[in-house]
């Protein structure tokens, strides 16, 4: 202390110690620590510049001083301090310098850098001795005797080092005790590196949870990205229609059939009520239930809008009011199950099990229903309507082009718009956008028309393609007899499914499982579980991506990726620049339905929920509130509004 300090510290000192505070002789610990800058001792106002310092030992030795948690209560923070301060290894330095014994200098030091030829070049080449005059020890020495001859010395007993040296019972006491009390100080840090240790260990802890927070914050801002870039496309999209339909209006003859620029690529921003917002997320808010029996195909031209959907075992799909939950009519006409569906905007088309494609008006929905409730057709009506009927050499027939047909028969076609023929075996899949319309059959063809004209423009053999597979570099592709499910692609293709979750299988017989164009760019799945990329312009397959073991069920692309779903219980990500697997995400059923974007691929796996995988986290989840009972078989998504329909014969919308 400065001598103002200790001057005032003895004036203060001085004073008597029961008047602090003018109340009570007791000083309080915590008093003490809250204690503000002026205090009052007895009648007179000391200010902080007259009281320099302040002891209270007495009273602060009183106190008890609070230990942490988690400490050993034999552990103080003095003892702490005591242990942990540089004085206190002076002891065992001191009690080693008591225990040296004055010997002869042996040049130990020297020895030992000589044996590990550390010594320096001058050290070793100066002529003398590793030791020197000093360092010699003698261990024998020679004198003569009288008669001039050399006689050895005896050799006497060299005494321990330790016998030279009395330390006294006092001194050794006292190192007793400091070794004890150094063992103690040892335990004292022991703990208080424990200590700091588990504290880091917390702060590390901390530290994780933070950095994993952070990087859920960053999938977050990444999602949100894609979804923006989505929105941005869609914005562009209706920005590029609304232009498009501001200008003059084409021919009725080809706008009368097909909307305007139509595409499930790409669509402008999703109308949604603004109720739909209040809904949770995951949750099937509405149930459609007319159908009979498991949902084979279902397709929606927007949320809230119009929804087609179609069962086994029944000829006639239904379309429904979202908007409402309402079913509106049916679509009459084929004569075996539907098994595929697409919609855009009022237009719908079908594809059956007896080979036909029909297009379908939705704003006539309800003429079919007038049509039911009037007479009934006679066997007679039947074979005239087929003797009327027009057959072009390509099989295509176009209904309602035949002004010679009685107007009857044009009337009870109601909603449909024309009928495609062509496929012999069932049309299992298909996909249009515009006037382009490509679909996949069971008598393993694929076959691309026009809807302008109703012409078939082009056939795609897949058996052909099996049998003259596209070069491809070494080690890409296998011979075509090792194709999985290449042997049975020759004759009736039909192959068991996996048991779905509730034990249940059927026979899967579609060998093209989907099919999907861009410009002249044609990707499909077929029963020998290939993926194939056609030239839609040359109509011959340049890329085969092999990998799944079962049959393809279900496929989609985009700029970057192709995905696929299989009945070996996989969806494969394929990368379309180069060809090779980008990913594999395994299920413990069967695929059979798929659709994804950038953030997500929502997939129906032979389970009672949905499940979604997130691109962004690589994270799965399955949607199962309010949900289907049994398997769900299809499914389509549009921004945050999805309907599914399972082997319950039921529909579910839910909200995204």
Known sequence: MTPRVIGSAATVSARPRASVGGRSSHVDFATLGRAPLRLGFGSRRVTSRDLQIVEATE??????????????????????????????????????????????????????????GLLGDEDEHDGESVASEDDVVMVGRSERNGRGRMVKAKRKGRQSLSASKTLGTDELVRQTHEIERDKENIHVRRALINNEIEEITHKIEALDAIRVKLEDDLLKLQEEELELDDELEGVR???????????????????????????????GPAFL????????????????????????????????????????????????????????????GHRGTVKCVQVEDHIALTGSDDGSVRVWDLRRVDEDEDWESGDMLSLSDVAEEDEGSEERSNGIRQGGSNSSRPSSVVEREGSCVRALEGHSKAVSTMYFEDECLVTGASDKTMRQWDLTTGQCVMTMDILWAISHPPTTAPGNALPAHLFPGAAAAAGTFAVPTPPYADGTWEMYQDFVGAVQFWGYALVSGSGDGAVRMWDMRTGQ????????????????????????????????????????????????????????????????????????????????????????????????????YMVSGGRDSVVKIWAL
């Open 541 to 640: 397959p340049h890329r085969t991506l092999l990998g799944h073991t079962g049959p393809v069920t279900c496929l989609q692309f985009d700029e970057l990726h192709i995905v696929s779903g299989s009945l070996d219980k996989s969806i494969r990500i394929w990368d379309v620049r180069t060809g090779g697997l980008f990913e594999t995400l395994k299920y413990d059923h069967a695929v059979t339905a798929l659709q994804f974007d950038t953030r997500k691929i929502v997939a129906a796996t032979g389970e009672n929920g949905v499940k979604i995988y997130n691109r962004t986290s690589m994270q799965h989840s399955t949607l199962l509130t309010n949900g289907h009972t049994r398997p769900v078989e299809r499914l389509r998504y549009m921004d945050r």
């Open 59 to 116: 009273e602060l030795l009183e106190q008890e001083v609070p230990e942490p948690d988690d400490v050993a209560q034999n552990v103080s923070l003095l003892r702490g301090f005591n242990a942990t301060i540089p004085s206190a290894d002076k002891s065992r330095i001191r009690r080693r310098q008591t225990r040296n014994v004055d010997t002869p200098r042996l040049g130990l030091k020297k020895l030992s850098l000589g044996a590990r």
């Open 237 to 267: 999209e209706r920005l590029e229609f609304e232009e498009s339909a501001s200008q003059p209006a084409r021919s009725l003859s080809r706008g009368a059939h097909l909307p305007h620029s139509t595409t499930r690529r790409r669509r």
């Open 273 to 332: 009520p603004s109720e739909h917002a209040e809904l949770p997320p995951g949750v099937a808010f509405m149930t459609l239930e007319s159908h009979t029996t498991p949902i084979t195909a279902l397709d929606f031209s927007e949320p809230y809008g119009m929804l087609v959907s179609a069962s086994q075992d029944d000829t006639q799909p239904r379309v429904w009011d979202l908007l409402t939950g309402e079913e509106i009519g049916r679509l009459r």
